[in-house]
């Protein structure tokens, strides 16, 4: 045996020693002779450095330093999850889904829902190449380094899967070393770690990846992502992956009806005690893997899946006072200063109000018990008054009139639940909070300028407006508390690179109100650039598909107003993108223009996701369901019998992937 051959098969035998011990749960050697071979394996890799390999098991032990984790985009992204809390909701989501499919056949997996942080790991050709965490769901940080460290996650794969594909999982802090964890932490004088979930994900971020080898990280597999048809079910695939050397909970099950999926929530929620993880909830899916590629998703969610939440854990505790919050819009949000109290995890101070009309109805005064719950055990709120407990002398909560920053009076529109501060330009949160907005990752993704640096760069009376950012010089940034002439070399950079930002997205970073990220997409789209947007009037923005009148005024609004007109043309001067470009006009066409297609079946010439945008890129709209508006029916092999007979019994046109590149061409 060479050397090299000999390096491999310790490779292969400690790789196969470390599923059984962290996957399995079962040991087959003993620490001492694990440790011998790893201590053997580290010498010859020592003397034989050509044959160094990063997914060794010796690189497990960490020692890597990051000092910047670089920012990827997701080749595919990580959606949000709707949540349901009811068996009524889950109903309602199952009608939604087979209405769109035209079947009531439906299968699903039910799995618990591990309370961690959320990554993605890169596979090619049996190799780990990159783990990226969740970020914001468009782009995440690059953590591959100290991933490596988490003896659960295989670094290579010794049997054939698939040569390249992505796995979703969630990285978990067990709570048996959570509370290890703490125990030498609080021995050393250190302060405790508040719950498992933040250890987990701050482990991610730690430069020192030998730091993150010595946290027990486990991480749990819940999604396998490939282009190639393998499997015809999401369970399969899991199997599959598990099969391989993956660490997919056993807990997953199948569920052929919403009582059944019903069965598995009413046990977790109460066996979930006994399990060696955190979970807040089970995840149902629909099973078929056609099926969720038909169903697609929304701008936030997949419709294909759905979580149930747990009922949420509550607390009591004395509410100190109510104080108010200026957003960018300057909606004014009402917060709870509470007495401290743990939930969940953490400790909570304070809470969301929501509006005047939501303390009203709950009654809520100044030194009431309240009882406390984290919404989706996320955010805390309110959600009743202990009025056994109030105090005599208790007077009505009389909601604020002026606004907190600036004494503006507020205002409250006829339908609208939020006061407002109409003082738009002479309001400081809300002159920081849009410009923080604009710069954010999802509008101008401006880098090297994050938002306390806004609010300095506003103090310091060097900025009044998202416009002023492109009058700014290295040297006048260069003074300012915790800048160094690198970093102000990387905010001008980034500044001057968001020129490059297409108009969809500077659209959006406008912070007009009612404006998000689909709706700006939707009026790019069609109006193609921002001058034709603002000489719109009402009906002609409310004829542009799911645009309706709050969102129509609200831009008339903006139009109106001459010093948004200004900023707009400053933004012009200095080169931002504020039309559709030439590149991006060159395929589209008006020749499916008042056209609506659905997509259903598989493809073989193109992706379901190229036809769609083919549809919309020739002035088409895609549709998830069948109506008597729909024109078309793309059909693709295995299309529903049940869509067939209602596209059918509708005298809608049905047409091959062929005729449908036939009629764009």
Request: with cysteine; glycine share 6%; hydrophobic share 35%.
């Amino acid at each position: 045996m060479t050397i090299q051959q000999k390096i491999q098969s310790l490779r292969n035998e400690l790789n196969k020693h470390n599923y059984n011990y962290y996957v399995l749960d079962n040991a087959t050697i003993s620490d001492y002779d694990f440790d011998s071979k790893l201590k053997n394996l580290e010498k010859l890799e020592a003397e034989n450095p050509q044959f160094f390999d990063a997914n060794s098991p010796t690189q497990r032990v960490g020692g890597g330093i990051t000092k910047n984790f670089e920012t990827i985009t997701h080749k595919n992204r990580m959606y949000s999850l709707d949540n349901s809390y009811s068996k009524d909701d889950l109903l309602d989501w199952e009608k939604r889904i087979q209405k769109i499919l035209g079947s009531d056949k439906l299968e699903y997996t039910c799995e618990l829902k591990y309370d961690g942080a959320s990554i993605n790991l890169t596979f090619e050709n049996g190799q780990l190449v990159k783990a990226v965490t969740r970020g914001d769901g468009f782009q995440g940080d690059d953590v591959t380094t100290n991933i490596r460290t988490i003896k659960s996650i295989p670094l290579s794969l010794n049997t054939s899967f698939i040569h390249n594909f992505e796995m979703r999982g969630e990285i978990v802090l067990p709570l048996k070393g959570f509370y290890k964890i703490n125990q030498e932490r609080i021995e050393n004088g250190e302060e405790p770690f508040k719950n498992p979930r933040n250890t987990a994900s701050g482990s991610l971020k730690l430069q020192d990846s030998a730091e993150v080898a010595k946290r027990p990280l486990d991480c749990l597999l819940y999604q396998v992502l490939t282009e190639e048809r393998i499997f015809k079910t999401h369970f399969e695939s899991l199997e599959n992956a598990r099969k391989v050397g993956f660490k997919v909970p056993e807990t997953i099950t199948l569920a052929e009806t919403v009582n059944e999926v019903f069965d598995f929530v009413n046990y977790w929620d109460i066996k979930r005690h006994d399990l060696p993880y955190e979970t807040d909830g089970v995840v149902i899916k629909v099973n078929n893997l056609q099926q969720q590629e038909e169903l697609g998703y929304t701008s936030k969610a997949p419709r294909w899946a759905i979580a149930y939440k747990f009922k949420a854990e509550q607390v009591s505790t004395i509410l100190h006072e109510i104080t108010y919050q200026v957003g960018r819009t300057g909606a004014i949000t009402p917060v709870a200063n509470l007495a401290p109290v743990q939930l969940a995890g953490t400790i909570v101070k304070r809470a969301s109000l929501h509006n005047a009309d939501q303390i009203e109805k709950l009654d809520i005064r100044i030194n009431d018990t309240v009882f406390v719950e984290k919404g989706g055990e996320i955010i805390p709120k309110i959600i009743a008054v202990d009025f056994s407990k109030r105090p005599h002398n208790s007077e009505p909560t009389l909601y604020a009139t002026n606004c907190p920053e600036c004494n503006t009076t507020l205002v409250r529109n006829e339908g609208d639940a939020k006061h407002y501060c109409p003082n738009e330009f002479g309001c400081a949160p809300q002159i920081t909070g849009r410009i923080q907005h604009f710069i954010s990752r999802k509008a101008m993704d401006i880098e090297g300028l994050g938002g306390e640096t806004v609010d300095l760069l506003r103090k310091e009376g060097l900025i009044k407006n998202y416009a002023d950012l492109y009058d700014l010089k290295q040297e006048q940034v260069i003074p300012l508390e915790r800048m160094a002439e690198k970093s102000a070399q990387n905010m001008i950079a980034g500044i001057e690179k968001s020129k490059e930002i297409p108009f969809e997205k500077v659209l959006f970073a406008l912070g007009i109100r009612f404006v998000g990220e689909t709706v700006a997409k939707k009026l790019a789209k069609h109006f193609k650039s921002i001058d034709n947007l603002i000489a719109a009037n009402f009906d002609t923005l409310t004829s542009v598909d799911e645009i309706g009148g709050k969102i129509a005024q609200s831009i008339i609004d903006f139009s109106n107003n001459s010093e948004n007109i200004q900023l707009i043309n400053r933004l012009k001067s200095y080169g931002v993108q504020l039309e559709v470009s030439a590149e991006s006009l060159e395929n589209q066409t008006n020749k499916l223009v008042d056209k609506i297609f659905v997509v259903s079946g598989v493809f073989y010439q193109m992706s379901r996701t190229e036809l769609k945008k083919a549809i919309e890129d020739n002035g088409g709209k895609v549709s998830s369901s069948i109506s008597k508006k729909t024109s078309f029916i793309i059909a693709g092999d295995n299309m529903g019998p049940s869509k067939l007979e209602k596209a059918e019994s509708l005298g809608i046109s049905i047409i091959s992937e062929q005729n449908f590149i036939d009629m764009i061409a």
